[in-house]
C-alpha cells in the first residue's frame, strides 16, 4: 500500500498581502474590514498603520504602470495613511478576495467590503477601500515589500 501523507495542517496556512486603503481609514472603516476578516476566520499575523511611498506603490502596482489609472492610483495611495496587514489561515488569498468583492464599488456584491461599503465617486481611480493579493506569488511578494522580515 502506497503512503499518503497528508500535510501537516501548519503547511497548509497561507498568508495574504491586505492594505485598508486611504479612503478606508478615514472614513474609520478600518476597524469594520478587520472584523470581517476575523469574523470569517483567518488570523492576523501583522497590523500597521503607515504612510505608503512613492517607491513601495511603484513595486507595489508595477504591473498597472502605463496603464490610465496608474498615476491617480499612486496619488490616492499616497492621500493618507494606509493600514497594512497580513492575514493568514487556509485558502486567505482567495478567501479575502472574496470578502473584497469586483474591483468596482458599483458593481460588487453586497455583503462584500466593496459592495457593502463602497461606491463610485466620480473619480478616475476607483477608491474601492482595499487591496487584497491576487495569488500565491503575488502574496510572497507583496508581503516581502510590506512588512520585510516577517
Ligand atoms: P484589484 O484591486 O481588484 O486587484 P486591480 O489590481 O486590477 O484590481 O487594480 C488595482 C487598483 O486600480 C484597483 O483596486 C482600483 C484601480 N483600478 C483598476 N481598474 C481601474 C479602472 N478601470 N478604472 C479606475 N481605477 C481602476
Ligand atoms: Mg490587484
Known amino acids: 500500500m ?24 478615514r472614513r474609520g472603516l478600518s476597524g469594520e474590514i478587520l472584523r470581517r476578516v476575523e469574523a470569517k476566520g483567518y488570523t492576523l499575523a501583522a497590523v500597521r498603520l503607515m ?3 512613492p517607491e513601495l506603490l511603484a513595486a507595489h502596482y508595477a ?9 491617480p492610483l499612486v496619488d490616492f495611495m499616497l492621500s493618507g495613511p494606509v493600514l497594512g496587514v497580513v492575514a493568514e489561515g487556509q485558502g486567505v488569498i482567495e478567501g479575502f478576495r472574496s ?18 461599503l463602497g461606491r463610485d465617486w466620480g473619480l478616475r ?13 503575488s502574496a510572497a511578494r507583496e508581503i516581502a515589500l510590506w512588512f520585510p522580515g516577517l
Open 99 to 116: 470578502l473584497a468583492g469586483a474591483t468596482n464599488p458599483t458593481s460588487a456584491a453586497p455583503g462584500t467590503i466593496r459592495g457593502d
Open 125 to 137: 481611480v476607483q477608491q474601492n477601500l482595499v487591496h487584497g493579493s491576487d495569488s500565491p506569488e
Open 63 to 71: 504591473e498597472h504602470e502605463g496603464k490610465p489609472f496608474y498615476d
Open 51 to 53: 504612510d505608503a511611498t
Open 2 to 25: 502506497t503512503d499518503v501523507v497528508a500535510p501537516a495542517l501548519e503547511e497548509t496556512i497561507e498568508r495574504t498581502l491586505i492594505v485598508v486603503k486611504p479612503d478606508g481609514v
